[in-house]
C-alpha cells in the first residue's frame, strides 16, 4: 500500500505543464494500486482514479483535509474519460484491483466513488454481482467532491452538468500544437525557402486550426468540427493577403487550402471535447478527409499554375 497527500508541488505543476505540450506525455503516471490519503480507517470512502498523473493530482488535491482511500486503475497512463472510451478505465479493471489490493479486508463498507466520466466503461451491476462492492458515480469535476461527500455522497444537478467554456478549451490547444506542428512547421519553413507567402499561408492554416478552433468552438454555426475549421481557416488568407496580388486564382488557392488544413487539424480536436462520440468521428471523417484531399490538391494546383502563369 502506498501513502499520498493532497499537496501539490513545483514539481507536479511543471510536470503536468510538460505533459500538456506532449513532453513525457506518455510516461506521465502513477503506478496502480491502493492510496493511503492522509489517515483513512476502515469507514473511509474509496476513490477510484485512473493512473494518468494529471488526473490523480487532480483528485487528490480536491479532498486537502480528507481522509480516505485512493484505488488507482490501469489505465496505461490515459486519462479516466478517455480510458473509459477506451475501456481501460473498465469493469474488469476495477474488478481486479479489488480483488489484488484486497478492498474487502481494508474497508468495512462496500461502495466505491468513481468519476462520473468513467461511468461509459463501468458495469454497475457486474461490479456489484462478483464483488459486492457497490459503484456510487461522484461529480464530473474533482473540485466538488467535498460537497459531494457532505451532501451523504448525492450530487445537485450543477455537479452532473458537463461544462467545456473557454478555458477549458484553450487549455487543451497545446496538444493540437504539439501533434500537428512536427508535420505543419517544417512544411511552412520548408516551402518558406521556395515561396515565402506558402509557407506563411501553412502557419496561419495550422493556427486556425489548432487554436482558433478551440478558442471560437461555440461561435461558428457549423456542428462539424471540420466544417468549424474550414470557416475558421478562410481567416488563415488574410495572413498573406499583401504578398498576393488581388486576383481570383491566388485567393482562391489560397482559400481552399488554408481550409482544407484548418479543417483537418481542427476535425482532431473533437477527441478532447465532450461533443462527439466515436461513431460521429467516424461518420464525419469519411465525409470530411475526402473533401479536405480535394480542396488541398485543388488549392495547390492553382497555386503553383499561378507561380508559373505569372
Request: proline share 6%; aromatic share 10%.
Amino acid at each position: 500500500m502506498r501513502e499520498t497527500d493532497s499537496v501539490i508541488t513545483f514539481a507536479d505543476r511543471l510536470g503536468a505543464w510538460k505533459a500538456r505540450w506532449g513532453i513525457g506525455r506518455m510516461n506521465y503516471l502513477v503506478e496502480p494500486g491502493l492510496y493511503r490519503l492522509g489517515k483513512p480507517d476502515r469507514r473511509s470512502p474509496v476513490f477510484v482514479s485512473a493512473n494518468y498523473k494529471m488526473s490523480f493530482d487532480i483528485l487528490r488535491s480536491s479532498l486537502a483535509g480528507r481522509d480516505g482511500w485512493i484505488l488507482v486503475l490501469d489505465t496505461k497512463g490515459i486519462n479516466v474519460w478517455c480510458a473509459a472510451g477506451k475501456g481501460t478505465f473498465g469493469t474488469m479493471e476495477l474488478m481486479g484491483r479489488i480483488v489484488s489490493e484486497k478492498l474487502e479486508e481494508v474497508v468495512d463498507h462496500r461502495t466505491v466513488i468513481c468519476p462520473q466520466l468513467g461511468a461509459p466503461g463501468i458495469r454497475q451491476h457486474v461490479v456489484k454481482g462478483l464483488s459486492g462492492f457497490n459503484v456510487v458515480y461522484g461529480p464530473v469535476r474533482a473540485g466538488d467532491l467535498p460537497r459531494f461527500l457532505d451532501a451523504g455522497m448525492k450530487a445537485s444537478p450543477e455537479m452532473r452538468r458537463v461544462s467545456f467554456g473557454f478555458m477549458e478549451r484553450i487549455v487543451l490547444s497545446p496538444m493540437e500544437v504539439v501533434t500537428f506542428g512536427k508535420y505543419f512547421i517544417p512544411a511552412a519553413l520548408l516551402a518558406m525557402l521556395f515561396d515565402p507567402a506558402l509557407g506563411l499561408l501553412i502557419l496561419s492554416a495550422f493556427f486556425c486550426g489548432a487554436v482558433l478552433v478551440p478558442a471560437f468552438l461555440p461561435a461558428v454555426p457549423l456542428r462539424s468540427f471540420s466544417g468549424k475549421g474550414a470557416v475558421l481557416g478562410l481567416f488563415a488568407p488574410l495572413a498573406v493577403g499583401p504578398l498576393l496580388p488581388l486576383s481570383a486564382s491566388p485567393l482562391l488557392a489560397a482559400a481552399l487550402m488554408s481550409s482544407a488544413s484548418a479543417s483537418f487539424v481542427g476535425m482532431n480536436f473533437t477527441g478532447a471535447s465532450t461533443y462527439t462520440g466515436m461513431t460521429g468521428v467516424r461518420k464525419e471523417m469519411r465525409v470530411a478527409v475526402p473533401l479536405q484531399v480535394a480542396c488541398a490538391v485543388i488549392g495547390l494546383g492553382l497555386w503553383i499554375y499561378w507561380r508559373i502563369a505569372k
